[in-house]
């Protein structure tokens, strides 16, 4: 990891997640490139063959039932990063990540509710006309933000 995020921290999480197999593949890509914690909004996660780490039991998890539990009870001073195919959206090759944030990824069939983009600090795109697989998206945003590409 570059040293710019030393004492920083970040969490990754879904909102009305489809598949719980989704969950395990993404959830132990967090664990893999340094994830503080993972979470869901709406449906919760369930054990999944997928996830052979058990992330889960290794870092902390949390559930939230609606977004706006979710936003608020999420550390002070994080920011909310969206991962949308949206207008609004930046592209994720040129967007310098927070030192403290959540990525919010949402279903493959309907991404994330409107609360959830409006109430998103960032919004980040990949470039591609249709949506990947969840857990697809979500490690290609860690990995991009393994790279070291840190914002003030």
């Known amino acids: 990891m570059n040293d710019n995020f030393v004492n920083e921290y970040f969490g990754i999480g879904i909102q009305n997640g489809k598949t719980p197999e989704n969950l395990g593949v993404l959830w132990r890509t967090a664990q893999n490139l340094g994830a503080s914690f993972i979470f869901t909004i709406g449906n919760r996660y369930a054990k999944q063959a997928c996830d052979t780490h058990n992330a889960v039991k290794s870092i902390p998890y949390y559930h939230y039932n609606t977004f706006n539990d979710f936003k608020n009870n999420i550390p002070v001073g994080t920011r909310i990063v969206g991962v949308e195919l949206d207008d609004t959206a930046v592209d994720l090759e040129t967007f310098e990540h927070p030192r403290r944030c959540v990525y919010l990824l949402g279903a493959e069939d309907h991404g994330l509710s409107k609360e959830a983009i409006e109430e998103s600090h960032f919004l980040v795109k990949f470039k591609s006309t249709l949506s990947l697989n969840v857990a697809v998206a979500g490690s290609i945003v860690l ?9 003030s």
Do not use: A, F, I, V
């Open 143 to 151: 990995y991009d933000r393994q790279l070291g590409k840190p914002r």
